[in-house]
T-cell receptor, first 111, second 112 residues
């Protein structure tokens, strides 16, 4: 079963614009992670935010976490055509080591 | 290559045949995970090893599925008597402790 759900399911933007994706989850977590997947390939880890953190930055990525609302957002600034991919959030429930992935947001960035 | 390696990349098999996939994790990673992903969906957890011990199995892992990690290094995932519903991408990932996973490129299984 999926722990999280991403919103929107699909997003199309022009190069240079910002892209925001949201993730909601159901249970208490230790951390939340975002992954990127190019078509037909494996997933690439982007960023991890711990349950006691509220915001984290990595290059053009900004992640926020609101544990009271059980939600997270991923912001990609100044998007590029190469950012075209599917983006997944993943959470580990407390007392387990496995990650549960959401349904993903398919991002298309037009040049 | 120091990443996670999966073989084969693609497998086409007839319904009813057995298939086996292999995953070679990053050498110092003690945790190894198998996931299954169908088109348009996120990866679904199948099973997880810490060293050679299989610590958790999903309900998705029916009796036809078996996974091993005999020496705590590489792992195999076998599917017996394949069915068309088994067609999916099978992803392996490894990690050192409860941190970000490193995924392999996956094995795409097509059951005809």
């Amino acid at each position: 079963s999926q722990q999280g759900e991403e919103d929107p399911q699909a997003l199309s933007i022009q190069e240079g614009e910002n892209a925001t994706m949201n993730c909601s989850y159901k249970t208490s977590i230790n951390n939340l992670q975002w992954y990127r997947q190019n078509s037909g390939r494996g997933l690439v880890h982007l960023i991890l935010i711990r349950s006691n953190e509220r915001e984290k930055h990595s290059g053009r990525l900004r992640v926020t976490l609101d544990t009271s609302k059980k939600s997270s957002s991923l912001l990609i600034t100044a998007s590029r055509a190469a950012d075209t991919a599917s983006y997944f959030c993943a959470t580990d429930k407390e007392n387990t080591d496995k990650l549960i992935f959401g349904t993903g947001t398919r991002l298309q960035v037009f040049p | 290559d120091t990443g996670v390696s999966q073989n084969p990349r693609h497998k086409i098999t007839k319904r009813g045949q057995n298939v086996t996939f292999r995953c070679d994790p990053i050498s110092e990673h003690n945790r190894l995970y198998w996931y299954r992903q169908t088109l348009g969906q996120g990866p679904e957890f199948l099973t997880y090893f810490q060293n050679e011990a299989q610590l958790e199995k999903s309900r998705l892992l029916s009796d036809r599925f078996s996974a091993e990690r005999p020496k705590g290094s590489f792992s195999t995932l076998e599917i017996q008597r394949t069915e068309q519903g088994d067609s999916a991408m099978y992803l392996c990932a490894s990690s050192l402790g409860p941190n970000g996973y490193t995924f392999g490129s996956g094995t795409r299984l097509t059951v005809v």
